[in-house]
């Protein structure tokens, strides 16, 4: 069937001026929100959680902030406009991971921990190599999350500037890790909290009025906007049922179950996710902070959803390759048509505006990412697994061990407040350096994170996201469960679960057809894959939960009791929670 065409809808490069100003806003908006947040604190309470003092709402609206990446404005809606059905897929698995967080591990990752996925492990299982696992895990997650949301900044500025050359793209990647090194080091999880909240209402808002625009230009007709995506999609009706993408063969439908199960179980998994629910004071707090984001996520991808089906019936399945070949610049597109078309002020207008607040979705994201590994880095593998916790003295240790058990739980000093004054000054001393490190650690970690980015340009950045969920659902989930609820756990248990879904995760990718093999993989020119899937979860995941259940079975130490009972009192009730 001869399908119609519209016309190229790329923007004229005499209105790019006004995205550029646009961006710069975002740029010193969020520069502003640094320095002030900065100047408010230092501890490592500040730094890693904010001071603890956010509210439900403004958590909540963080907390769909972090979520809400370059893969859901750009990402998602690039694959619903190219292709069709499956690309939903990507929608319906991000929202429906949230139910995961929400009953599994919101208010007791809240209680037992302080403020990394580490510290909920290392509250029954007080070995190194435990948080040493933990935190490399975490480290390796948000460097995959990181590439993705760096492409999607690289694709965005280059359609800004009206070219497809790959040295816009290098150059806006490494302003972009510039940036999110600054966020970081100058104002640690308060300023990253507050520039995440003014993000997710702008894109929101954006979303919001994108959708509203789409509606009046089809009468409020869903059926007209369906007929008309699938008659500009280039497949004809294939386009609104499944297979287009992964109904191939039985691999590509394998493929196809392998991503959901990654994007369903990953969420609980993610560092920056994990993180969030120690910057509100309480775990009832923890738990109505996910009850507004799963609002906010929700209501978003029924409009991604929407967005991208306005993005094919009015720009096109081929104009939106021919801008990006991954689909990553549909929305922008889309709002170009939609506030009047190609050389007209209202619709440069609207693309300045939507463009700029993706790149606002992208600085934040980043931030939020890089704060995460560096604090995994700093706090658990320098701190709590190189360096070592700073130790109390022996008359202290003394006093404390004859305090009453259900005392300590509370978190009350053995000799009232004496106990504190003797440790608070090398503790404060210890915290100083850690932070220090964490800095030190941001900028190492931005530096990997671009080099890692300019090799993967061409990849879509939802997809690139489905690869963090599933390394994240196959070497976090797993222990943090198990943790949580499985009374024999052991810390042999919890490093084999850990390396047991890391490694095959990322050994899976690098010899799948996403690294080598195919014409969009980042190396193109060699083909050294075995592995046939794009996404690892389906052998990854439960190869993590094999590795833990074997490491237990075979530990020659038993599990602790009262460490697991210590464990299950303070997630269940908060009693000696931070």
């Not at 992964?246 to 609980?268: E, I, K, N, P, Q």
């Not at 941001?442 to 890692?452: D, K, M, N, S």
């Not at 020659?556 to 009730?573: F, I, S, W």
């Amino acid at each position: 069937m001869t399908t119609a065409t519209p016309p190229p809808v790329a923007p004229v490069g005499d209105h790019h001026d006004l995205a550029v100003v646009l961006f710069a806003v975002i740029v010193l908006v969020t520069l502003a929100i640094t320095l002030w947040a900065g100047r408010r604190g230092s501890a490592a309470e500040d730094f890693y959680a904010g001071g603890r003092d956010f509210t439900p709402l403004q958590n909540g609206f963080a907390l769909s902030g972090d979520y809400l990446s370059a893969a859901s404005f750009l990402g998602v809606a690039g694959l619903i406009a190219l292709y069709g059905y499956d690309g939903v897929l990507y929608s319906i698995g991000f929202l429906v991971a949230w139910l995961v967080v929400l009953m599994l591990v919101a208010e007791l990752v809240r209680n037992a921990g302080r403020y990394t996925l580490a510290d909920v492990l290392a509250l029954r299982l007080r070995r190194r190599k435990v948080r040493a696992a933990a935190g490399g895990a975490s480290v390796v997650v948000t460097l995959f999350y990181l590439v993705a949301q760096m492409v999607g900044a690289g694709s965005l500025v280059a359609l800004l500037l009206g070219t497809n050359s790959a040295q816009a793209r290098t150059w806006t990647i490494v302003a972009v890790g510039g940036l999110m090194i600054v966020y970081v080091t100058v104002g640690g999880m308060r300023a990253t909290t507050w520039i995440q909240i003014v993000k997710a209402v702008l894109l929101v808002a954006g979303s919001v009025l994108l959708t509203v625009l789409l509606m009046v230009r089809f009468h409020g007709d869903v059926a007209e906007l369906m007929r008309q995506a699938a008659q500009h999609s280039g497949a004809g009706q294939r386009y609104l049922e499944p297979g287009l993408k992964y109904g191939h063969s039985f691999t590509s439908r394998l493929d196809f179950f392998s991503l959901g199960l990654a994007l369903v179980l990953g969420t609980a998994g993610l560092p920056h996710i994990l993180s969030r629910f120690y910057t509100v004071p309480t775990a009832r707090a923890a738990r109505r902070s996910t009850m507004w984001a799963i609002g906010l996520v929700g209501g978003f991808y029924l409009m991604a959803i929407a967005l991208g089906l306005g993005a094919t019936a009015l720009v096109g399945s081929a104009e939106v390759r021919h801008a990006n070949p991954a689909g990553n610049t549909a929305v922008p597109l889309l709002a170009l048509v939609l506030g009047g078309g190609n050389g007209s002020t209202g619709g440069v207008l609207l693309f300045a505006v939507i463009s700029a607040i993706a790149f606002a979705t992208i600085l934040a994201v980043v931030a939020g990412l890089t704060l995460a590994s560096s604090a995994a880095f700093a706090h658990d593998i320098w701190a709590g697994a190189w360096r070592g916790r700073p130790r109390r003295s022996r008359g202290l240790r003394a006093r404390r061990a004859a305090v009453p058990a259900s005392r300590r739980a509370r978190g009350e000093p053995a000799n009232g407040a004496s106990a504190a004054v003797e440790s608070s000054g090398t503790i404060a001393v210890a915290e100083r350096k850690e932070v220090g490190v964490a800095r030190v650690a941001a900028v190492g970690i931005g530096a990997v994170a671009i080099a890692l980015s300019l090799f993967a340009q061409q990849l879509n950045v939802a997809f690139l996201v489905g690869l963090a969920f599933a390394v994240a659902a196959s070497a976090n989930l797993p222990v943090l469960l198990y943790s949580l609820f499985w009374r024999r756990f052991t810390a042999r248990g919890a490093v084999w679960s850990v390396y047991g879904g890391l490694i095959p995760a990322v050994v899976l990718v690098i010899f799948s057809p996403v690294v080598s093999g195919t014409k969009v993989a980042l190396f193109s020119g060699v083909d050294f894959h075995w592995f046939p899937l794009e996404n690892p979860g389906i052998v990854s995941i439960p190869l993590g939960f094999l590795a833990g259940w074997i490491g237990t079975l075979t530990s020659p130490e038993p599990a602790d009791p009262d460490r697991y009972a210590e464990l299950e009192v303070r997630a269940l009730t908060g009693a000696g929670a931070a």
